[in-house]
């Protein structure tokens, strides 16, 4: 039917960009999920962490070699051509320090960011960070060092030094899943934990949290600098996956299109973002796959994608209100404890009615 | 009476030109079972709020057990052994009722971002509370709702979990908020039996906010009275009661 069709070459497209945004989606789903902050911004974390990795390596790569043209400029980015995959080392480590520096810049700018607007209340800290992200793009835009409009490109890919492209993205696609599994370790571990039991209270009633001697606004920020932390790690793998940024790829439609993979999958579940991150990749990536094979021009896929999210997200909502994969409740050793002293109440009860 | 656990000093809150409380001085001894009435408006929530650490204080002092706490946080007030209740129950809905009574203890190992990904950290102290916390509702016959969530609760039971959830830490002075609003008459002097149980067999003190004194006056040591943001009148539940200032306050002229 379509003979172009490269099934596995769409798997590692696919899993690529379900690797990246179920990130995203997940550190999503740890902010508004689990502790009620309404974060409207992710994209200003995602794309702190692509531009980080962007201007790093970029940068670090002409200095190594001496070159004295600018990223953005021609002889820029053909000495970053040139250059690029000469050494394993320092494509390796470049990528290594961007995922550090990542998450910690991403991190910190996201505890800064909002540690002042949490004592206001969930719609303040939305539409601050909504207007964080479009400030930062806008910014960009203009800010000539970092390529204005046109961004930065030539980013070396951290198996440039491997000659086949193909297994370059076969690697490059375990790295981001094992970046997930990860994330998903973490926010799994920490939802079933009493620190999670903590975040949940927060989400229900902030007041009574505080009365109960939680240090709520701590609490937050501490979730927003994971949270950040996390999408700027997505920016940098995203970065280095196209291997050029622009201020475009970061409009706010990025930030509604990772809220509507939290809401497909399920609200409070860190599976569920993963499975709404799925779906949602896969509509894009198949679109993107199918569309030149089809010949059509009227329709772009962007619209047809638009389109199927949004009735997606109606279907689920009309008939599984919790999403896909809805809150499950904490799972902690303390069931176990109850669990016994239950068995033990049981055969005493038991043996009591006999005697 | 024993000596005072908790004693407010010449407290004033304004909020503009509203004088909420203005010059207000009462001691809540050890182990008492004290009550703070006053018509709507009167200040007695907004006394709550300043003890609590809601409000921070225009003038005067909040001492607990030798130290003075006010302008302190509600969440450091918590700390000190101060447990606020509020006139709705305010349980965490999607926690169960075990839950709610597990978030109560401070400074759990596992309730930091660092440590709780790693289980054997804080196993032990998880269950160690969690047989705690179902041998606390078991003992007030609550044992059953253990794995309920809260919103399969009854308003009472509910406000019993507010109270017994306190009992898993050290908290020593409980202040509670029309803990009888919205419960039936029997009801509520069964949650005024269970808050003298809790002062005789634990050693808890309660500060206790209520309108229905039909209710109240049965149960109580010593009543404060407020009216306009200041004291009107204190005394014994039956002194007060024939007090004919307190009686054209709640009547009007």
Sequence with gaps: ?355 | MTKPILEVKDLAKYFGGVKALDGVTLEVPERGVIGLIGPNGSGKTTLFNVVTGFYVPTRGEVWYAGERIDGLNPNEVFLKGLVRTFQIPRLFPSLTVLENVLLTPPRQVGERVLTAPFRSKWEEQEKELARKAVALLRKFGLGEYVRARVSELSAAHMKMIETIRGLITDARVYLLDEPAAGVAYTTARELFTFIRRLRDEEGLTFFIIEHRLEVLMDFVDYVYVLHNGRLLSEGKPDEVMSDPKVIEAYIGR
């Design chain 1, 1 to 355: 039917m379509l003979p172009s069709f490269d099934a596995f070459g769409f798997l590692v497209s696919w899993g690529t960009f379900l690797g990246i945004y179920a990130i995203l989606a997940v550190s999503l789903n740890l902010e508004v999920g689990l502790t009620g902050m309404a974060n409207f911004g992710k994209v200003a974390f995602y794309g702190i962490g692509a531009y980080l990795a962007a201007s790093l390596s970029v940068y670090a790569v002409l200095a190594v070699y001496h070159v004295a043209a600018a990223p953005y400029t021609t002889e820029g980015i053909i000495a970053l051509g040139k250059y690029g995959g000469a050494s394993p080392a320092l494509d390796l480590g470049i990528f290594a320090a961007s995922l550090v520096l990542g998450f910690i810049i991403a991190g910190c700018v996201g505890y800064l960011l909002t540690y002042p607007t949490l004592r206001v209340g969930p719609a303040f800290l939305g539409i601050t960070l909504l207007a964080f992200g479009e400030l930062l793009r806008i910014f960009l835009l203009n800010y000539q060092p970092l390529g204005a409009s046109k961004g930065l490109s030539g980013i070396p890919h951290p198996f440039l030094w491997i000659p086949d492209p193909v297994l370059r993205e076969r690697l490059y696609v375990l790295v981001v899943l094992g970046f997930l599994a990860v994330t998903l370790w973490f926010a799994e571990r920490i939802t079933n934990s009493p620190f999670g039991r903590v975040l949940k209270a927060v989400r229900d009633d902030e007041v009574a949290a505080l009365c109960m001697g939680k240090h709520v606004p701590r609490v937050k920020a501490t979730v927003l600098f994971i949270g950040s932390g996390m999408a700027g790690v997505a920016g940098v793998l995203l970065a280095f996956y196209m291997s050029s940024v622009n201020p475009n790829m970061f409009v706010p439609a990025v930030t509604f299109n990772i809220w509507a993979m939290v809401i497909l999958g399920g609200m409070g579940n860190n599976k569920g973002a993963v499975v709404g991150a799925a779906i949602i990749t896969f509509v894009d990536r198949i679109l993107t796959f199918i569309t030149p094979n089809l010949g059509i021009t009227i329709i772009t896929p962007d619209y047809v994608r638009w389109m199927i999210v949004g009735i997606l997200i109606v279907l689920v909502l009309m008939f599984m209100p919790g999403g896909l994969v809805p809150e499950k409740p904490i799972k902690t050793p303390a069931w176990e404890a109850v669990e016994s002293l239950e068995k033990e109440s049981k055969e005493g009860g038991s043996g009591g009615d006999e005697a």
